[in-house]
RNA sequence: GGGGGUGCGCCGGAGUUGGAGAGCCGGGCCAGACUGUAAAUCUGGUGUCUCUGACUGAAUAGGUUCGAAUCCUAUCACCCCCA
């Protein structure tokens, strides 16, 4: 993997970058849709692709451990291979189910063991297997396995779980330096710093996951349920230690304001189910703010969705028509909000490189921070 | 035309066989939540008002009774059977 910042905002931290992979680059910064089953959520392949144009997206290793199968994916040739998603993938370890099922397992020294939310039945995750699972999905960029603290969590249990992220985060780059990737092509690792909330840790963390020295780092532990200010100060904290030629990732970030922000304080590559999720349930992403698609009001506004979406089928459906969709469950509603929400995060990290190219990024981002929360 | 039955919430169902319903379940509807996806999910609200409390309410109108959704009479609507 290469990654190269091409250019720095002057006014902020935001920088704009390339990052190459084996199956093809990223223009950072960049958000990079999850699709945890091995699928995003209610989009084809080539509707990622040509419609959103999307770079990269997500898998997760706990869910496709369980689901279909390491078995199966490696007789498929690799994720690239089962869901026929050419570009670059990264596969989250596992950390954030430490975190999203803990109340189905049991951290100990060695590894996490999770009850399975599917059947029950117990599943060890230790740094070592973590890598070994994701070598067989095969993504380009692959996660070390952390424990993700929740918010808000007490200083002597963040600094327990610290150094146990710390010792994992160690364990995973010495096994994956022993292992190679199986389908020709390279993988590469990030290292995740944790921390919680307390500047000490973090600063600490920061600076044992850059004395890793892998190609990228990640920083987790944040959009936790703790306030957005706070996670500002947290990322903030971390990127004035975290080296600036490699990627930063924020991993679970966030809303549109949190992308700008954090864009600003020098992050380059996020991920979010929000866009997806919040797609399902009716609340669509715009420029000028939000919608809740299943309010009334959109009853019989004939509309377009958003006119100014880069997303075809937003400048051709109404809102009218979007609201009876979701309303009535049809899976066509899904499909056209996550088209809708996925575009608009993909447009809006496209216009913020933009910007940092160009130079006024800064007034640009005050622009539109200004109208993203709002409620329309 | 004759006989029998049933009527309460926006809808469906349960329940109430003279003793305190603004009241059960589901749906609908109206809102809200959602941040490395146990999520096409979850939470709340859904008679009226001057709203920490009141008022009205069991098809409609009367009646019996200390007390009626429950019993009686009439009317209306719907369902079933017979002609």
């Given at each position: ?11 902020s ?17 960049i ?9 995003v ?9 040509e419609?959103?144009k ?5 898998g997760?290793?706990y869910h ?5 199968g390491?078995e ?10 089962f869901?026929g998603?050419t ?20 951290i ?22 973590a890598i070994?699972?994701q ?6 960029i ?9 918010y ?12 146990l992220?710390?010792?994992?985060a160690k ?12 389908y020709g ?13 307390y500047?000490?840790l ?8 850059a ?7 990640a ?19 971390v990127c ?9 990732y ?8 949190n992308?700008l922000?954090?864009?600003a ?18 609340l ?8 809740n698609?299943?309010n009334?009001?959109?009853?019989n506004d004939f509309?377009?969705?958003?006119e ?9 459906y109404?809102?009218a ?9 049809e899976?066509?509603g899904a ?5 809708h929400?996925?575009?608009?995060f993909?447009?809006?990290?496209g ?12 007034e ?13």
């Amino acid at each position: 993997m290469k990654f190269e910042v091409q250019s720095t905002d002057p006014a902020s931290n935001a920088r704009a970058g390339k990052l190459e992979t084996d199956h093809g680059s990223i223009l950072t910064p960049i958000f990079m849709p999850v699709g945890t089953a091995g699928t995003v959520k209610g989009l084809h392949q080539k509707e990622l692709d040509e419609v959103v144009k999307a770079q990269i997206i997500l898998g997760n290793t706990y869910h496709l451990y369980l689901r279909p199968g390491t078995e199966t994916i490696r007789k498929a040739g690799g994720l690239h291979k089962f869901n026929g998603w050419t570009k670059p993938m990264l596969t989250d370890s596992g950390g954030y189910q430490v975190y999203s099922l803990s109340q189905r397992r049991k951290i100990k020294e060695e590894g996490v063991t999770f009850r399975s939310h599917i059947d029950g039945s117990s599943h060890v995750f230790t740094p070592e297997t973590a890598i070994d699972i994701q070598r067989e999905i095969g993504a380009d960029i692959i996660m070390a396995l952390d424990e993700c603290t929740p918010y808000p969590c007490e200083y002597g249990y963040a600094r327990k779980s610290l150094d146990l992220t710390h010792r994992w985060a160690k364990r995973c780059c010495d096994h994956f330096d022993k292992t190679t990737g199986r389908y020709g092509y390279n993988q590469t690792l990030f290292p995740i710093v944790q921390g919680s909330t307390y500047k000490d840790l973090r600063q600490e963390s920061a600076e044992k996951i850059a004395e890793l020295d892998r190609e990228g780092n990640a920083i987790g532990g944040l959009s936790v349920g703790e306030p957005a200010d706070k996670m500002y100060e947290v990322t903030e904290w971390v990127c004035e230690i975290l080296p600036k030629e490699k990627p930063r990732y924020l991993m679970g970030v966030g809303t549109p304001t949190n992308l700008l922000e954090c864009i600003a304080l020098g992050i380059d590559m996020f991920d979010c189910v929000l866009p997806t999720r919040n797609a399902r349930h009716g609340l669509l992403y715009t420029s000028n703010g939000t919608i809740n698609i299943k309010n009334l009001k959109w009853k019989n506004d004939f509309s377009p969705i958003d006119e100014n979406s880069t997303a075809h089928t937003s400048r051709f459906y109404s809102k009218a028509y979007l609201r009876h969709l979701i309303h009535s469950k049809e899976i066509l509603g899904a499909q056209i909000a996550s088209i809708h929400n996925l575009s608009f995060f993909l447009w809006l990290v496209g216009e913020a490189r933009q910007h940092i190219l160009d130079g006024d990024f800064a007034e640009w981002k005050q622009m539109m921070v200004q109208n993203l929360d709002v409620r329309l």
